[in-house]
């Protein structure tokens, strides 16, 4: 088992420029989800997804799309890119048995700076 | 609305010293209760977990955490500390909707 993978590990952007963050898990997640890390502030809930074709909006979702169309890959797409965005991203999944889950498993994170 | 309080941003010990550290959550119904860590340059992983019965839980590592109802917390504690637990720990709070909140984190250094 993979667990979770996220390519790519480091992007750097140009204001404006749109990109794709992938994330992909072998362990037959129903759940997936994207979280930002920003200094002082945690991990905060981006988009996040109960099955292939469901998605649904986390705590900060602007500026960011998702699509779910397998259960194994959930990616994560920036618009138009904004220095605010500059961040570590980390892709998690989890079952969904009693509950939310037993444990959310986290992907290695990238690391995206906008310029 | 949910949220996660962990008032302690920078927590710096000795080996073998005794740690808690501090985890207040603000929700009105049913919680689940998570520690993660994440050791340097590494992704997060599971410490521990509550979901119900008893408030005392267990984790890896020799941690443990107890779910305090009435105080609405949840802090973490290992009674003689590592180096190699050098890391930072986040609080988390499944409420509602299956969204899972997490505090600001606390770094914790362990002197050798």
């Known amino acids: 088992n993979a667990g979770v993978t996220q390519t790519p590990k480091f992007q750097v952007l140009k204001t404006g420029q749109s990109m794709t963050l992938q994330c992909a898990q072998d362990?037959?997640?129903?759940?997936m989800s994207w979280y930002r890390q920003d200094p002082g502030m945690g991990l905060r809930l981006i988009h996040y997804s109960v099955g292939a074709g469901i998605t649904d909006q986390g705590e900060v979702p602007n500026g960011y799309n998702v699509s779910r169309s397998t259960t194994e890959d959930f990616p994560l797409r920036l618009l138009s890119a904004a220095p605010s965005q500059t961040s570590v991203y980390f892709c998690?999944?989890?079952?969904?048995?009693?509950?939310?889950?037993?444990?959310?498993?986290f992907g290695p994170g990238t690391r995206l700076t906008v310029l | 609305a949910q949220s996660v309080s962990q008032h302690n941003h920078h927590v710096i010990l000795s080996e073998a010293a005794s740690l808690e550290l501090g985890c207040n959550y603000s929700?009105?119904?049913?919680?689940?209760l998570f520690w993660y860590v994440q050791y340097p340059g590494q992704h997060l992983q599971l410490l521990l977990k509550y979901f119900s019965g008893d408030p005392l839980v267990k984790g890896i590592k020799g941690f443990e955490a107890e779910f305090i109802k009435s105080k609405f917390s949840f802090n973490l504690r290992k009674p003689s500390v590592q180096w190699s637990d050098t890391a930072e720990y986040f609080c988390?709070?499944?409420?509602?909707?299956?969204?899972?909140?997490f505090g600001s984190g606390t770094q914790l250094t362990v002197l050798p």
């Open positions: 998690a999944s989890g079952g969904l048995a009693g509950g939310l889950y037993n444990e959310q498993f």
């Open positions: 362990m037959n997640h129903e759940y």
């Open positions: 988390a709070l499944e409420g509602s909707a299956r969204q899972l909140t």
């Open positions: 929700y009105g119904g049913t919680v689940n």
